[in-house]
């Protein structure tokens, strides 16, 4: 006898039982509505975290998960064998222990790791890192289930009419495919961007060899960014997050290489009117020559000048970063809300 098994169907609530079915299409029916249901959730929840949701705002969502994956795993446990073929009910339950698996303990690790992904390049590259393997891991759960029930199907001579799951297949592939590209082009960015926050922070210090090193490392990963971009797959004939990445690269360039300068020669100025200021001063006014007026003031008219020529630069490259950084967080978001499907 030919079965007919239509996979749209499976949101459905079924009353199928797999304790008494004799018929593999409603044996089929009450296990993959179940994995099916948490195959879509899965991919809600992955889905708001990569539309830039962080893990933390949506762990309710995933307690949630990790009570249905096990109740559906503990349903699929009482299930009997089907005609004493155990393997397509163990593939079920072992679809649910790797979700849940990649639920308590990946996603766990993922929380954590966020909480300081920001913190250098090798912490976020290893957050990012973190998020694939577990994306990998379901994929892979996917599609031995996937194996599974087509093998199911084939020996118990069940037509499946696909529908739904082959529409969630065709989603998470196209999303896996743009956040690869995402990542491969954010992690080229942050290297940039965290190695000009240490920058900053040594020019805050007043520090001038911290601030030579980390001009000279500014350059280098520029350097380095600009060939990764080159290399770079398009995806889709898209170029609008790679242009937006070296427009922004080519701003912490001409920081590193010329508006740093700038700076130095303030902090050198001013280090050489404290110099002249403290000898000045240092002498009575009766004991002060012309030529020591003279130097004086000159110091004073150089500083001065550093100082405007400083705050003027300092002002321009704020706005101009700024303007950058705007402009490449519109470019991610517009590159991933036109690419990566939205809907269930």
């Known amino acids: 006898m030919k079965y007919i098994f239509t996979l749209a169907a499976l949101v459905l609530a079924l009353n ?9 299409g409603e044996y089929m029916d009450f296990f993959s509505v179940e994995y099916l249901q948490i195959q879509k959730d899965m991919w809600d929840y992955t889905r708001s975290v990569s539309h830039g949701k962080s893990a933390r705002k949506v762990e309710k969502r995933r307690a949630e998960l990790i009570q249905t994956t096990s109740s559906a795993k503990n349903k699929a446990k009482r299930a009997k064998a089907f005609k004493e073929n155990e393997r397509y009910r163990d593939s079920v339950i072992h679809y649910f222990e790797l ?3 990649v639920l308590r303990e990946d996603y766990a690790k993922i929380l954590d790791m966020e909480a300081i992904a920001e913190q250098s390049y090798d912490a976020m590259e290893a957050y990012m890192m973190a998020r694939d393997m577990a994306s990998d891991k379901m994929k892979e759960a996917g599609e031995m289930i996937n194996r599974e029930h087509k093998a199911f199907a084939e020996e118990n001579d069940v037509t499946i009419i696909e529908g739904e799951d082959t529409k969630l ?7 896996n495919k743009v956040y690869d590209h995402y990542n491969e082009i954010y992690l080229i960015f942050f290297k940039s961007y ?29 350097e380095e960014g600009m060939v990764k971009l080159k290399e770079v797959t398009l995806y889709e004939g898209d170029k609008s997050m790679i242009e937006a990445t070296r427009n922004l690269l080519k701003f912490y360039q001409k920081e590193a290489e010329k508006d740093v300068d700038v700076i130095l020669e303030y902090f050198e100025a001013k280090e050489n009117f404290a110099k002249i200021q403290k000898a000045f001063e240092a002498k009575k006014e009766k004991n002060r020559t012309q030529e020591d007026v003279d130097t004086f003031n000159g110091a004073a008219n150089s500083v001065n000048d550093a100082v405007n020529a400083y705050n003027t630069g300092n002002e321009t490259s704020n706005k101009e970063r700024g303007t950058k950084i705007d402009g490449w967080n519109r470019a991610a978001e517009k590159f991933t809300g036109k690419h990566v499907p939205r809907g269930k």
């Open 16 to 24: 199928s039982s797999a304790q008494s079915s004799t018929n593999p």
């Open 169 to 175: 297949d065709q989603k998470m592939g196209i999303a």
């Open 99 to 101: 979700i849940e698996i």
């Open 194 to 222: 965290k190695q000009e926050m240490y920058l900053l922070e040594a020019i805050g210090n007043n520090d001038i060899n911290a601030i030579e090193q980390n001009r000279n490392a500014l350059i280098s990963t520029v």
